[in-house]
């Protein structure tokens, strides 16, 4: 098994629930001090940042090395990406799609040979956000956006060829990357121009509460671990599997309600909250 983004979180839950059903792991980690807090039986760290290829070709060189088949590929890794459309700079859409999508194409890639020879699986972690995006997510959900349609064509591309590609897609879970993209977040707000804070301040100011929330009301990386482990254990996996009640209703949701009726119900959401004096407002006055 490789597993990638395996740090913290749901990486490193996901290779530990992995261990116990007693696969072999390949954790991959982004810095070689991470590797000791995660060594454990069946569990191998490896030092992988999916985006520099040194990394993902050494990756392949390990996984052609041992004795026994590669099972699966959970491509786990990701960075989060909140902000307007309009303030995000285009160097940081760039970082967000590198990680989140071109990162887990060169991963994929790397690993496709033995993937192929295994019969084995590609399980994608997406997002919630892979299927609903809203006003101040766009950059995140964009690249979950493309990962759902990435994994789409290469479910198909594979499948006559016994390698079985699976999406999961999360909503809240508690993690430290809400932490992280907060931090960002107030980067970016901090380099808003004033005409630009005049349209999305009060977006800027709702996204921290918002964040905060859901995460809170989210599952334990734990819970996610093991439906990531059913998704790549089942014998006959279905395509997709939600985490958590939230993401399953409103990804079902997604597919019948019209679009406005969507925007309405996110943005209802979102709106409790802005700072009470800003509860009334539209969207179009942000």
Do not use: C
């Amino acid at each position: 098994m490789v597993v990638t983004g395996a740090s913290t979180g749901i990486g490193a839950a996901t290779a530990q629930e992995l261990a116990r059903h007693g696969f072999h792991v390949l954790a991959g980690v982004r810095r070689d001090s991470d590797r000791t807090p995660l060594r454990a039986d069946r569990i191998e760290p490896v030092t992988l940042d999916i985006t520099d290829p040194d990394h993902v070709a050494a990756l392949a060189a390990r996984v052609e090395r041992g004795p026994q088949p590669l099972r699966a590929l959970v491509n786990n890794a990701g960075v989060p990406g909140a902000g307007p459309v309009e303030v995000m700079p285009l160097s940081q859409w760039r970082r967000i799609f590198e990680v989140n999508l071109f990162g887990h194409v060169a991963v994929t890639q790397a690993l496709l040979p033995a993937l192929l020879l295994g019969k084995g699986r590609v399980v994608n972690i997406s997002s919630l956000n892979g299927k609903i995006s809203m006003a101040g997510y766009g950059p995140y959900a964009a690249s979950k956006f493309a990962m759902e349609a990435m994994s789409d064509a290469l479910r198909n591309e594979l499948a006559p060829h016994g390698v079985q590609v699976v999406v999961v897609e999360p909503g809240g879970v508690k993690t430290e990357m809400s932490r992280v993209g907060l931090a960002a977040l107030s980067r970016l707000d901090d380099g808003m121009t004033p005409e630009q804070n005049a349209r999305y301040g009060t977006l800027m100011q709702a996204i921290p509460s918002h964040v905060a929330a859901f995460t809170k009301a989210g599952v334990t990386s734990n819970v996610a671990a093991k439906r990531i482990a059913k998704a790549v254990t089942d014998a006959r996996p279905r395509t997709r599997y939600t985490i958590g009640a939230t993401a399953a209703f409103l990804i079902r949701a997604s597919r019948i309600l019209p679009d406005r009726m969507l925007d309405r119900m996110t943005t209802s959401d979102l709106r409790k909250h802005y700072p009470p004096e800003n509860r009334d407002r539209t969207t179009a006055t942000w």
